[in-house]
Structures are given as C-alpha cells and as structure tokens.
C-alpha cells in the first residue's frame, strides 16, 4: 500500500530556512505526481506546491520564489525547501500521492 512519511519540521525564526522530507513506497513513484500540503490552525488544508512527473512544478501564489520542491526518482523521495520563512507559513505539512497523505510535519516560525 501506498506508504508517506514526513520529516524535517521544526522551530524556525522568521527569515530562516527549513527542508521537508518524504519517502514514498507502495507505488510507482516516478509516474505520479507529487505534492506537498499544509494546514494552518483553523484553516482548511491548502496546496502548497506540486512536482509533475515530468519534472514541471506548481507554486502557490504565497510561497512563489521562496519554495522549491524537487524530487529523487532513484530514491523514492520528495523535498520542500522552504526559504525566507515567515509565521503565516506555520502549519502541519503534508506530503500527498495519487489520494494518499502522509501523517504530516509541524512547521513553526516564530521568534
């Protein structure tokens, strides 16, 4: 079965920098798209950013230029580098494969 796993949240001051992690298995990763979510407190879960399996890539408009999300089809792996942070990027983040979530990872800035 289709199997996520996040890591890599933390605390970090505004203006720092964080890299998520997620390992898949249980699917042909390199056919699928992948895509990294978050939900803030009392916020609906929103897209953050997408890696086709082509290599295309999709931003939201409140994370473009400071975001990057890349893949390692070797590897089974998808990144989020998350730069310039800010407190309204805090939140649990979610790795998502064909309808499949990962069990998330908190991001907190603050100083």
């Known amino acids: 079965q289709v199997q996520l796993v996040e890591s890599g949240g933390g605390l970090v001051q505004p203006g720092g920098s964080l890299r998520l992690s997620c390992a898949a298995s249980?699917?042909?990763?390199?056919?699928?798209?992948m895509s990294w979510y978050r939900q803030a407190p009392g916020k609906e879960r929103e897209l953050v950013a997408r890696?086709?399996?082509?290599?295309?890539?999709y931003y939201a408009d409140s994370v473009k230029g400071r975001f990057t999300i890349s893949r390692d089809n070797a590897k089974n792996m998808v990144y989020l580098q998350m730069n310039s942070l800010k407190p309204e990027d805090t939140g649990v983040y979610y790795c998502?494969?064909?309808?499949?979530w990962g069990q998330g990872t908190q991001v907190t800035v603050s100083s």
């Open positions: 998502k494969a064909i309808s499949e």
């Open positions: 249980g699917f042909t990763f390199s056919s699928y798209a």
């Open positions: 890696i086709f399996n082509g290599g295309s890539t």
